[in-house]
């Protein structure tokens, strides 16, 4: 660019396949475009070409840099820092109380996730992860955890090796396979949307007479199919973004905007085996 007409801002992704990744991104394009800027879109596609990729941005006037993952992940937040001293994480979790990262409050989300399985009449929970933690737990596990523990129970958690749904199809798959039926979980948590149509399908295939009521993250587009109808936690991404780049763009800050807010989109999935109705009908995969 031989003349520059407007503010330029670096766009960071590492998980440019997730569907949730994909949403946000549609959505800053959307707000940057309105507001007058160019976007430069990066893919650190592996940590391996992480440096290259950052050292290939610090070769362009950019203005800003956004960071846009599902968690936050301080190796990317950490180099993308050091690209300029305008920047900003937006992201579907972090326990970090940092201006620069921008995210919803999902403690709060598995807390009403908790008390809406509760509501159900459910005994028996489980929680599924995508990855193995070593160390600190996502927010959202920790308030579905708080939420069983006000009513004295426990979620079991089973891990299916990332974020991916066909690897949480094999573990659900083994999980049952392995567990009688009288001890089997009732109702489970996925981390994400992905990781619960996984889940269902496992479920599903599994047959015999097999019921777990499931409650998804991310309420994406195939979250509403008739295929799945799954129970899912929504977050308003139009408002994190522009939060997001008010601080990035504006040094604007609502610390206590709706942008921290999400809402549960009541579907069919969490719901238990025998429920007259709209669910006898629907095409979801909870009904057998």
């Known amino acids: 660019m031989t003349e520059r007409k407007g503010r ?28 007058g800027a160019l976007t430069l879109l990066l893919n650190v596609d592996s ?5 290259s990729v950052m050292h290939l941005m610090t070769q362009q006037p950019i203005d800003g840099v956004l960071v846009v993952s599902t968690v936050y992940r301080d190796a990317l937040n950490a180099a993308a820092e050091a690209l300029s001293s305008t920047l900003m994480h937006l992201c579907s979790s972090s326990d970090h109380n940092n201006p620069r990262v921008v995210t919803a409050d999902d403690y709060t989300a598995g807390e009403e996730i908790a008390q809406l399985m509760l509501s159900q009449g459910h005994q028996r929970f489980g929680y599924m992860q995508g990855y193995e933690r070593l160390s600190s737990p996502l927010r959202r596990m920790k308030g579905f955890a708080a939420g069983l523990e006000a009513a004295g129970k426990t979620a ?25 039926a009288s001890e089997r979980i009732e109702a489970l948590f996925c981390e994400n949307d992905l990781l619960a149509f996984g889940t269902m ?8 007479g097999t019921h777990i009521a499931v409650v998804g993250f991310g309420d994406i587009d195939e979250a509403r199919t008739s295929t799945w109808h799954l129970t899912s936690w929504s977050q308003h991404n139009d408002l994190l973004v522009t939060e997001a780049l008010n601080r990035l763009l504006d040094n604007r800050y609502d610390e206590n905007g709706l942008w921290r807010r999400g809402e549960l989109q009541i579907r069919h999935s969490h719901l238990g085996k025998e429920v007259p109705g709209e669910m006898a009908k629907c095409g979801c995969a909870s009904r057998h």
């Open 8 to 35: 330029v801002i670096g766009v960071i992704s590492e998980e440019l396949t997730h569907p949730c990744v994909v949403k946000m991104l549609n959505e800053v394009t959307h707000q940057l475009n309105t507001r």
């Open 47 to 51: 940590p391996e070409n992480r440096q």
């Open 201 to 208: 399908q496992a479920i599903r295939d599994f047959g015999q």
């Open 156 to 180: 079991k958690v089973l891990v299916a090796g990332s974020h991916d749904r066909e690897l949480a199809y094999q573990a659900m798959m083994a999980y049952l396979k392995r567990t009688r």
